[in-house]
């Protein structure tokens, strides 16, 4: 099993900036790419951004693209996601992904619990 934790949300103003963080521990022989979604009241869940780990090739929603920077740490197994110019619209739960390789050759999905981020105007 992969456990996903997820550090950094709260109550921001609008304008404001956070960082998101979520740790990978567990049965992990390699992790292909980690990511955040969101999912506010009443929509589908959503990418936010995603990284490979591998070469650090980033993909970003249109929506906060130019305003947010995703991150890994191959060592710690960790991503982070700074995001800037926060809008209400970005008030949602938000959800670590990873996409993980494990002993000896099986390959899953894991979410993280989430973390609610909401945007104040």
């Known amino acids: 099993q992969v456990q996903l934790v997820e550090f950094g949300g709260g109550l921001v103003q609008a304008g404001g900036s956070l960082r998101l963080s979520c740790a990978a521990s567990?049965?992990?022989?390699?992790?292909?790419?980690m990511g955040w979604y969101r999912q506010a009241p009443g929509k589908q869940r959503e990418l936010v951004a995603d990284?490979?780990?591998?070469?650090?090739?980033?993909n970003y929603a249109d929506s906060v693209k130019g305003r947010s920077t995703i991150s890994r740490d191959d060592a710690k197994n960790t991503v982070a996601l700074q995001m800037n110019s926060l809008k209400p619209e970005d008030t949602a739960v938000y959800y670590c992904?990873?996409?993980?390789?494990?002993?000896?050759?099986?390959?899953?999905?894991?979410w993280g619990q989430g973390t609610q981020v909401t945007i104040s105007a």
């Open positions: 992904k990873a996409d993980v390789f494990q002993w000896p050759m099986t390959r899953k999905i894991y």
């Open positions: 567990g049965s992990i022989r390699s992790i292909n790419a």
């Open positions: 990284i490979i780990v591998s070469d650090g090739r980033t």
